[in-house]
């Protein structure tokens, strides 16, 4: 307990990197609610369908946040430093690398859409409403991969107030080009999945398009210009493959495994998938301030650790760890206490109805445990430069427990859909204790910067 002394300047800090943060996610988090319940009122295979469309969506999402966050292990460390030219560097590096990875990603499911849709589902009407809203959004994706890419790489050096006017704009188009495109409003066609999927690509080239210049003409804190992103440095690109790629492989195989949970669920049925969705929007609703605290954690761990204070930075995981027990709790009782009425936004059946409120039940005991791991994997260790052990703890719960649970409850058991939705969620708890059993002492303080600059490495 020594270390809990009183740090005024800590909180300050940490409320300030994670207000912006907890805003943009919240406001992510409303296009998404918006698509679903509109996409809801036209009918629950179109809900279904598109939930189960944007599987390999949700898999680049992440990536793209892997790739940034394994670039920010390295630029909050550098910004303790008071060093910038390292950090146009790398996120010169992970903006090409998230639009190569985007470009094959498309090119990839334009080819193949209906075989993408086949591994999620075996149903017909679903495939084929699928098919109509991939071939659309499948043009978003290179938008979307630099836009997020270079907005979650700059949190790291508390540029986030951008994120929010980003978000809050796609927000507004996004939502009204749905009410138009979707339903046939103000002269338009009423083109239904086909509409949410236009208004989605729309958004994205809005996002791209502020960011663009953003960062090119009115940033003065990085002054990142276009010629930067031709800038290479062999010792930083190796630094952020050895340091940021456990990062990347962290979140790339934890979302492959989630898609693998709604692969899982999709051979359950419509119901369970749209149940399942509306409950993950709930527990999202619920969770953006954790997650805000998480990035923002990142960042000061990071900055303290570039500073070379170690005892900073053990003091400040110390009252990260204890926070993230009432954070959690105090989640979970907040999607108690609104899982009816969010329930109720959404136009489907009552017997999905009735099974979204048992899964935000189930996800309201989750989420006590998720307030400790986000916090502690997302922001100490890697903020702390601990990212193979972060990785280890993710994985290997989720690959080792939580996938094979669900499996074995769905096809060797076929257990109710509710427990086989609750198996998919074991790997939480088991990570939480873990997490609390890494971070007792400060052996996970890793230093990834070097001198660079001092030594004339960098011009």
């Given at each position: 307990?020594?270390?809990?002394?009183?740090?005024?300047e800590f909180f300050r800090l940490?409320?300030?990197?994670?207000?912006?943060?907890?805003?943009?996610?919240?406001?992510?988090?409303?296009?998404?609610?918006?698509?679903?319940?509109?996409?809801?009122?036209?009918?629950?295979?179109?809900?279904?369908?598109?939930?189960?469309?944007?599987?390999?969506?949700?898999?680049?999402?992440?990536?793209?946040?892997?790739?940034?966050?394994?670039?920010?292990?390295?630029?909050?460390?550098?910004?303790?430093?008071?060093?910038?030219?390292?950090?146009?560097?790398?996120?010169?590096?992970?903006?090409?690398?998230?639009?190569?990875?985007?470009?094959?990603?498309?090119?990839?499911?334009?080819?193949?859409?209906?075989?993408?849709?086949?591994?999620?589902?075996?149903?017909?009407?679903?495939?084929?409403?699928?098919?109509?809203?991939?071939?659309?959004?499948?043009?978003?994706?290179?938008?979307?991969?630099?836009?997020?890419?270079?907005?979650?790489?700059?949190?790291?050096?508390?540029?986030?107030?951008?994120?929010?006017?980003?978000?809050?704009?796609?927000?507004?188009?996004?939502?009204?080009?749905?009410?138009?495109?979707?339903?046939?409003?103000?002269?338009?066609?009423?083109?239904?999945?086909?509409?949410?999927?236009?208004?989605?690509?729309?958004?994205?080239?809005?996002?791209?398009l502020i960011v663009v210049v953003?960062?090119?003409?009115?940033?003065?804190?990085?002054?990142?210009?276009?010629?930067?992103?031709?800038?290479?440095?062999?010792?930083?690109?190796?630094?952020?493959?050895?340091?940021?790629?456990?990062?990347?492989?962290?979140?790339?195989?934890?979302?492959?495994?989630?898609?693998?949970?709604?692969?899982?669920?999709?051979?359950?049925?419509?119901?369970?998938?749209?149940?399942?969705?509306?409950?993950?929007?709930?527990?999202?609703?619920?969770?953006?301030?954790?997650?805000?605290?998480?990035?923002?954690?990142?960042?000061?761990?990071?900055?303290?650790?570039?500073?070379?204070?170690?005892?900073?930075?053990?003091?400040?995981?110390?009252?990260?760890?204890?926070?993230?027990?009432?954070?959690?709790?105090?989640?979970?009782?907040?999607?108690?206490?609104?899982?009816?009425?969010?329930?109720?936004?959404?136009?489907?059946?009552?017997?999905?109805?009735?099974?979204?409120?048992?899964?935000?039940?189930?996800?309201?005991?989750?989420?006590?445990?998720?307030?400790?791991?986000?916090?502690?994997?997302?922001?100490?260790?890697?903020?702390?430069?601990?990212?193979?052990?972060?990785?280890?703890?993710?994985?290997?719960?989720?690959?080792?427990?939580?996938?094979?649970?669900?499996?074995?409850?769905?096809?060797?058991?076929?257990?109710?859909?509710?427990?086989?939705?609750?198996?998919?969620?074991?790997?939480?708890?088991?990570?939480?204790?873990?997490?609390?059993?890494?971070?007792?002492?400060?052996?996970?303080?890793?230093?990834?910067?070097?001198?660079?600059?001092?030594?004339?490495?960098?011009?």
């Amino acid at each position: 307990m020594k270390h809990l002394k009183k740090d005024k300047e800590f909180f300050r800090l940490l409320l300030m990197i994670a207000l912006p943060i907890a805003a943009q996610n919240l406001v992510t988090l409303a296009i998404q609610m918006m698509d679903t319940i509109m996409l809801g009122a036209v009918g629950q295979t179109q809900l279904t369908a598109a939930s189960l469309a944007n599987q390999p969506f949700f898999v680049f999402t992440i990536l793209t946040f892997g790739l940034a966050s394994g670039a920010s292990v390295l630029n909050a460390q550098y910004w303790g430093k008071g060093e910038i030219e390292p950090i146009r560097i790398i996120t010169s590096l992970v903006i090409k690398v998230a639009f190569a990875f985007s470009l094959l990603l498309s090119v990839l499911i334009l080819l193949f859409p209906e075989q993408v849709m086949r591994i999620y589902t075996p149903e017909e009407a679903v495939i084929a409403e699928g098919i109509k809203y991939l071939r659309i959004m499948v043009f978003s994706y290179v938008f979307y991969g630099i836009t997020a890419t270079f907005l979650a790489t700059i949190r790291s050096v508390s540029l986030i107030r951008i994120s929010v006017v980003v978000y809050v704009t796609s927000l507004c188009v996004n939502t009204f080009l749905n009410w138009v495109l979707i339903f046939g409003k103000l002269g338009f066609p009423a083109l239904g999945i086909r509409g949410a999927a236009i208004a989605t690509v729309i958004a994205r080239v809005v996002e791209f398009l502020i960011v663009v210049v953003y960062a090119f003409f009115i940033d003065k804190r990085l002054q990142f210009r276009p010629r930067d992103l031709l800038k290479y440095d062999k010792l930083l690109t190796h630094d952020y493959w050895r340091h940021g790629l456990p990062v990347v492989f962290n979140e790339l195989l934890w979302s492959v495994g989630v898609s693998v949970q709604s692969m899982i669920l999709g051979r359950l049925g419509e119901a369970v998938v749209s149940a399942s969705q509306i409950a993950s929007v709930v527990q999202q609703f619920s969770t953006v301030f954790i997650f805000g605290i998480a990035n923002a954690a990142s960042i000061m761990v990071g900055n303290a650790v570039g500073e070379g204070d170690v005892e900073k930075a053990h003091r400040r995981s110390c009252w990260l760890k204890y926070s993230a027990i009432g954070l959690g709790a105090l989640s979970a009782g907040f999607i108690l206490l609104i899982r009816k009425l969010a329930v109720g936004f959404y136009n489907v059946p009552d017997s999905t109805k009735m099974l979204a409120e048992q899964m935000v039940m189930v996800q309201a005991g989750i989420t006590f445990f998720v307030g400790i791991t986000a916090i502690g994997i997302v922001g100490v260790l890697r903020g702390g430069g601990d990212t193979k052990r972060a990785l280890m703890i993710d994985l290997l719960a989720l690959w080792l427990v939580a996938v094979p649970c669900g499996l074995i409850t769905a096809f060797v058991f076929h257990a109710p859909s509710l427990l086989v939705y609750a198996s998919t969620k074991f790997d939480e708890p088991m990570k939480a204790l873990a997490v609390f059993w890494r971070l007792r002492n400060p052996k996970w303080i890793k230093n990834v910067t070097r001198n660079l600059v001092k030594e004339g490495e960098i011009a």
